[in-house]
């Protein structure tokens, strides 16, 4: 046998495989045991000296936090042990403290090995010692209290309910608050409808409830089609079409269907890192609706205390939630801003507005270029002063980047943003065009029109930079402006080459 390193204090588990070299895992390292494999007896003295494995395959040593858990083979018989060292650590709490004592209902979430049922015994402990609240923990597997029918002391003066079968924990959950008055019911590995169920049962009779279910973050409850209920629940509306007009969105789209569980998700990234989002009804609600908000990321300093800053949540990712519940559903998110190009593609036909009159409000794009479009077009055009009254929002690139607050009002509202390339007549009636399905003007004409407005507006004494266009109409454009007495030069690399048209007194 193999002397274990200094380091062995950080010792994770010790893994018994029939038939391989026994092995014990560090955080960041494994170490083998021995050169001899292990053998079916070596597992037969192991089990015979833990605890009676039970129908989860769990087993554990009285009066310890230690957990076995065995591997079987198809006759039934044991040809595997994982042997994971249990440890009742404090401290790690601190963290979330505020959370656990307001007497809000806390669900954990964290992959594997992160400390999730560490922090969840903690928890019972210091509302047990500390706020002397009436805690009972429904100990499905012994983990949190540890083997045996005395409880480990990491959960303090906490009750402890002991499962007979897994299947069985949802009944134990809600035997707990009907039978023992609880004030407050921790719970580990919450993983089932059943059990989802019974934790709302319990959420309802106002009695706090701490736990942990499956999955690593918010976006994987979301689209667990057995667990979203602990957020609520996911429902399809159909929406009118005025009200999915104002929306920006299809008509068919997801919505929470009934108050979340738990008031607070944490987020367990690693031992000293915690992300918390609450009041978790308000984020769920702006999660489907496309726009995020940010969440809390706390990092412990052994010493220095607890730090928090806002961290800006990613794009929640959908596809989850399509293969449920179909692609005709979508969650009811902002547009991303809308091209030319995609309103050539139809961009599914959703931007295509052929018979409706649009209300359009225009942000660093010209009102006097776009009445001109819309009288030369004969498009059912209403100019809004304000963002709120649009249906949508025109605007140009740089606007766009600027984040100004009109275009972060559009956006919070979920009204589409169609973003032009240049501010010109061309340009605008390239977009209306393309918005009513009208017959696309040759571009050529277009472009021509675009420099002769140029032209004008440089004789105004401004420098006037066209739309990108191929070799040939720059040459065309080149030719006007020469007519004109005026000087333009190209500038940009292709695709994006374009003309500059420079008033008679900067064309030195």
Avoid: W
Wanted: glycine content about 8%.
């Amino acid at each position: 046998m193999r002397k274990l390193p200094e380091e062995s204090g950080d010792l994770l588990e010790i893994v018994l495989d029939l038939g391989r070299e026994p092995e014990a895992r560090f955080e960041g390292s494994e170490v083998i045991l021995s050169p001899t494999p292990v053998s079916l007896e070596d597992i037969a003295y192991v089990a015979d000296r833990v605890g009676t494995f039970g129908g989860d395959n769990r087993a554990g040593i009285a009066r310890t936090l230690h957990r076995i858990s065995a591997i079987r083979n198809r006759a039934g018989e044991i040809v595997g042990l994982t042997c994971r060292v249990g440890r009742a650590v404090t401290g790690r709490v601190e963290i979330i403290r505020d959370i656990v004592i307001s007497g809000q209902s806390l669900l954990l979430l964290g992959k594997p090995g992160v400390g999730k049922t560490t922090m969840l015994r903690e928890v019972a402990r210091i509302l047990a010692d500390e706020s002397r609240k009436r805690v009972v923990v429904v100990d499905t597997s012994n983990e949190i209290a540890g083997d045996g029918d005395i409880p480990h002391p990491g959960i303090g003066r906490s009750r402890r309910m002991q499962v007979a079968r897994p299947e069985l924990q949802h009944a134990v959950m809600i035997e707990a608050v009907e039978n023992h008055m609880p004030e407050v019911i921790v719970i580990d590995e919450i993983g089932t409808e059943l059990e989802a169920a019974a934790a709302r049962t319990i959420a309802e009779r106002g009695v706090q409830l701490v736990g942990t279910a499956h999955g690593n973050t918010l976006d994987n409850l979301l689209v667990n089609p057995t667990l979203n209920d602990l957020l609520g629940g996911i429902q399809s509306v159909t929406l009118s079409d005025e009200e999915a007009r104002r929306r920006g969105t299809q008509k068919s789209v997801l919505e929470r269907k009934a108050p979340p569980t738990f008031d607070a998700l944490v987020e367990i990234v690693d031992r000293h890192r915690v992300t918390v989002h609450m009041p978790l009804a308000d984020v769920v609600d702006d999660a489907l609706r496309g726009r995020p908000r940010p969440a809390q990321l706390r990092e412990s300093h052994p010493g220095r205390g607890v730090t928090t800053r806002l961290v800006e949540p990613s794009p929640f990712d959908d596809r989850g939630t399509r293969e449920l519940f179909g692609d005709e559903f979508a969650f009811a998110r902002p547009r991303r801003p809308v091209t030319l190009a995609d309103l050539s593609e139809g961009h599914n036909g959703q931007h295509s507005m052929a018979g409706a009159e649009t209300s359009l409000f225009p942000y660093g794009v010209s009102r006097v270029y776009l009445e001109q479009a819309i009288r030369e077009l004969k498009v059912p055009v209403r100019i809004q002063h304000h963002v709120d009254d649009a249906d949508l929002v025109v605007t140009l690139k740089n606007y766009y980047r600027r984040r100004d607050s009109p275009l972060r009002a559009a956006e919070s509202e979920g009204i589409p943003i169609t973003i032009l390339r240049s501010n010109s007549v061309a340009q605008v009636r390239t977009f209306l065009a393309q918005l009513y399905n009208l017959e696309p003007s040759d571009p050529t004409d277009d472009a021509l029109r675009e420099v002769r407005e140029g032209i004008e507006r440089a004789r105004q004494g401004t420098v006037v930079e066209l739309s990108p266009q191929n070799a040939y109409i720059r040459r065309l454009q080149h030719q006007l402006v020469e007519q004109s007495e005026l000087v333009a030069r190209s500038t940009g690399k292709e695709p994006r080459r374009r003309l500059r048209i420079y008033p008679s007194s900067q064309a030195s």
